[in-house]
C-alpha cells in the first residue's frame, strides 16, 4: 500500500471511529462525562477528528491526482495523523480516565493540526 492509498484509508478509518466515538460518548458515556464534566472536552476530541479525518480524506484524494512533487502533501498527512493521535487521542483520555496529565500532550497535536494546514497551503502555492 502506497502513501497515496494509506492516507485515504487512515482518513476514512477515523471518519468512521470518530462517528463511533462520538455516538459512544452521547449515549453510553454521557452521564458520566457530564456528572464529571468532561462532556466538552469528549466533544471538542471528536469534531477535530472528524474534521482532520476528512482532510487526510482530501489530501489522499489530492496526492491520487497529482503528478508532481507530493512530498509537502505526504508530511501534511503525517501531521494530521499526529494530531488525531495527539489531541484526540489525548483529550479522549483526559475526559474518559480524567488522567490530567494527557492535558498537556493535547497543545502537541494542536500544532501538528497546524503544520498539516501550513503544509498543505504551501503545496498549493507550489502547484
Not at 476514512?12 to 470518530?18: C, D, K, Q
Request: charged letters at 5%; a neutral charge.
Amino acid at each position: 500500500m502506497d502513501i497515496k492509498q494509506l492516507t485515504l484509508v487512515i482518513g476514512a478509518v477515523l471518519g468512521a471511529i470518530s462517528v463511533a466515538l462520538g455516538a459512544f460518548g452521547a449515549h453510553a458515556l454521557r452521564d458520566v462525562l457530564t456528572q464529571n464534566n468532561r462532556l466538552e472536552t469528549f466533544q471538542t476530541a471528536t469534531q477535530y477528528l472528524q474534521i482532520h479525518a476528512l482532510a487526510l480524506v482530501a489530501v489522499g484524494i489530492l496526492l491520487r491526482q497529482t503528478a508532481g512533487d507530493v512530498g509537502l502533501l505526504q508530511s501534511a498527512s503525517v501531521a494530521f495523523v499526529v494530531g488525531c493521535v495527539a489531541f484526540s487521542g489525548s483529550l479522549y483520555v483526559l475526559a474518559i480516565g480524567n488522567v490530567r496529565v494527557m492535558g498537556a500532550i493535547a497543545p502537541i497535536g494542536g500544532v501538528a493540526f497546524i503544520i498539516g494546514w501550513v503544509l498543505v497551503a504551501w503545496w498549493a502555492l507550489q502547484s
